[in-house]
């Protein structure tokens, strides 16, 4: 990690901005959330008394806000202390897109041959069906008038042969159906993620919105209002995306985490549970 060899260091420079604006560090714990003793820390350069980076820069976010600064300042300082890229070296690392087939002669080509193929087996099963058999059709009885008929051309008919009678059957006694088995209660609906090693409990003290991702790739988004408590799962990690990072109180496998940062602070990209190593 880089030295503190920012002039002036993070800690005087956010202590000088809060002390040309006249602001006490009990009014910007009371109106951020962070405690007077994690603010001292931020002024002293006081790393090993705080949080994990993550945390740190929502502290520094809020800390500027209040203060109607723009935190881009502080936030370079703070990453030349733990010694990351700018974020214009980040950005070019990003990954190059993929490249698009859908317009490539070879796609197109092979659309075409498929296609071509495909009408090709369509047209040899039909001519071996061949043509479907012709039915004639039924011709309609004729009805003979039996005064026109002679005595000599008029056919004898045979009396039918009297049968037995057929013997009697004795009724079959059908059981009673069985009584319908009872329907099956369904499972319980199971919490967000799979039953695992991690638990995080998140309740409202302002409306806020927040987006979950869990390991397994299920996500839920949702509007919390004041008051409101909600509960997740997973097996290593979780992350998080918080529209109001003052508004909303987590506890993490039965441990209270300190606040991400003030109101009306967005934190994007929030993994838990992360590293509480604090920068050298």
Known sequence: MAEHGVSPPLGGYLRALREERAA???EMAHATRVSVRQLEALESDGF?????????KGFIRAYCHF????????????????????????????????PSWSASPVFISLILLVAFGGGLLALNMAIKRGPKAVVPPIAPAVSVDPSSTSPASAPRVTQPSRQAPAPAVSPTMTPPPSPA???????????L?????QRL?????EETWIRVQTDDGRVVEELLTVGATREWTTAKRFVLTVGNAGGLELVLNGRTL????GRGVVIRGLELPTQTAAPS
Not at 48 to 55: I, M, N, R, T
Not at 78 to 88: K, N, T
Not at 201 to 205: C, D, G, L, N, T
């Open 201 to 205: 409990h998140a309740k409202a003290v």
């Open 24 to 26: 006490s560090l009990e």
């Open 258 to 261: 300190p606040p991400l940062g």
């Open 193 to 197: 993620g799979n039953v695992g090693g």
């Open 48 to 56: 090993a008394e705080l949080p994990s980076p993550v945390f740190v």
């Open 181 to 191: 088995a009872s329907p099956t209660a369904p499972p319980p609906p199971t919490a």
């Open 67 to 98: 203060l109607g600064a723009s935190p881009d300042q502080a936030l370079a300082r703070y990453r030349d202390i733990l010694g990351e890229p700018p974020s214009s070296e980040r950005a070019n690392t990003s990954t190059r897109p993929a």
